[in-house]
T-cell receptor, first 115, second 113 residues
């Protein structure tokens, strides 16, 4: 079946603009995660959604970052007033259920460049 | 605060050799330790994972060794092949219902002919 898809694959934006990144998880997966991968860094957890529970936002770096998940499926990560330090690859992952017994399947990522 | 430290940053191994990547963690609540493989332009993919109740897990040419008392774990790739050239990330989570992963900084492996 189809894997996790993300769009756009690349996004170039000017400093100060808002951007929206989209994630389509694997159908039926209830858990959805956003991570950020900066050059030379590992992956940094941003936010986690599970069903109708309140999301775990503990990894969001500032209040310029927000995310939502509509209908328990598609998720959108929004970055307001982008800064150059926001440049990174944003990765989405989904898993069938929450908990470490379940593999997280990653999408190909969105490469964001803020000029 | 970096909770998972990974080394080396890069590694060059000849075909047929053994590749070894090491990780150390700080949070004793971690109870799940996966390794991810990432090719350029792709998302990471789970390679192999271990829980702290065992000291070693082997899947094909890939082995995880785990030392709970030292809070260290390592990935060994036996008979390394050029197709293994990729970036490898160790990670850890503390399970439960919020299994967000804490990743190491990655090791870029190059296997030469």
């Amino acid at each position: 079946g189809a894997g996790v898809s993300q769009s756009p694959s690349n996004k170039v934006t000017e400093k100060g603009k808002d951007v929206e990144l989209r994630c389509d998880p694997i159908s039926g997966h209830t858990a959805l995660y956003w991570y950020r991968q900066s050059l030379g860094q590992g992956l940094e957890f941003l936010i986690y959604f599970q069903g109708n529970s309140a999301p775990d936002k503990s990894g969001l770096p500032s209040d310029r970052f927000s995310a939502e998940r509509t209908g328990g499926s598609v998720s959108t990560l929004t970055i307001q007033r982008t800064q150059q330090e926001d440049s990174a690859v944003y990765l989405c992952a989904s898993s069938p259920l929450p908990g470490s017994s379940y593999e997280q399947y990653f999408g190909p990522g969105t490469r964001l460049t803020v000029t | 605060q970096q909770q998972v430290k990974q080394s080396p940053q890069s590694l060059i191994v000849q075909k047929g050799g053994i590749s070894i990547i090491n990780c150390a963690y700080e949070n004793t609540a971690f109870d799940y330790f996966p390794w991810y493989q990432q090719f350029p332009g792709k998302g990471p993919a789970l390679l192999i994972a271990i829980r702290p109740d065992v000291s070693e897990k082997k899947e094909g040419r890939f082995t995880i060794s785990f030392n709970k008392s030292a809070k260290q774990f390592s990935l060994h790739i036996m008979d390394s092949q050029p197709g293994d050239s990729a970036t490898y990330f160790c990670a850890a989570s503390n399970g439960g219902t919020a299994s967000k992963l804490t990743f190491g900084t990655g090791t870029r492996l190059q296997v030469t002919l």
